[in-house]
């Protein structure tokens, strides 16, 4: 079977970069490596973290819960996240040097009562995002990821990506990672154990 792939590009929004509400050390340094490797994928796909004011992943919508401290939801454990990516918001806009020619933007995180780190389903790991179906209908069977953050984000996108059977492909070089509590580590190790292959 011939490749067709797509490059997709995870949450590079100012909310994520220095001066952001969840700002990911060294964040714009990968946004011109990322643009310069848009033009060798047959597709470009970039996802938004996009939720609504008072979201259920915010510390501040839990009286007396620090930002960075997890609680359990239904769906399981959930890090409670200083306020960041509120639609509309400038927080939430791509970072102003990111392409978005792209193909696809898809929106995650609307659900006010489910976080969304992965691309692919909201975080009770069974709703989907509609991704899937939007790669398999136009043939994509590899996808590479790039973007923000490498131990959330990007790493339950990659995760999920293999199981659903995309030969998936992580550029650690064109993420950088939020490292909470050794997270980084374990995100690489999740990646390695789900088949994923990092470049
Ligand atoms: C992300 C935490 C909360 C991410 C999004 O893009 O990795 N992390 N929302
Ligand atoms: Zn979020």
Not at 52 to 80: C, N, R, W
Not at 114 to 138: K, M, Q, V
């Amino acid at each position: 079977m011939t490749e067709k792939s797509a490059l997709i590009v995870i949450d590079m929004q100012n909310d994520f970069c220095p001066g952001g509400a969840l700002a990911v050390s060294g964040g714009n340094d990968i946004v011109a490596g990322i643009n310069a490797l848009m033009p060798a994928f047959d597709a470009v796909i970039l996802s938004q973290d996009w939720h609504p004011a008072g979201h259920s992943s915010f510390a501040s919508s839990h009286p007396g819960a620090a930002p960075m401290s997890v609680i359990e939801m239904p769906y399981g454990p959930q890090v409670l996240w200083p306020d960041h990516c509120i639609q509309g918001s400038h927080g939430a806009a791509f970072h102003p040097d990111l392409r978005i020619d792209g193909d696809l933007i898809i929106r995650k995180g609307f659900n006010p009562a489910i976080d969304s780190y992965s691309a692919f389903f909201e975080n009770d790991h069974t709703t989907p995002t509609g991704l899937e179906g939007y790669l398999r209908t136009r043939g994509i069977n590899a996808i590479t990821l790039v973007g923000l953050a490498l131990d959330f984000c990007v790493n339950y996108s990659a995760v999920d990506g293999a199981q659903l059977g995309f030969d998936v492909t992580v550029r650690p070089d064109l993420c950088r990672a939020i490292d909470f509590d050794g997270s980084r580590d374990a995100a690489l190790s999740a990646m390695k154990k789900a088949g994923v292959t990092l470049a």
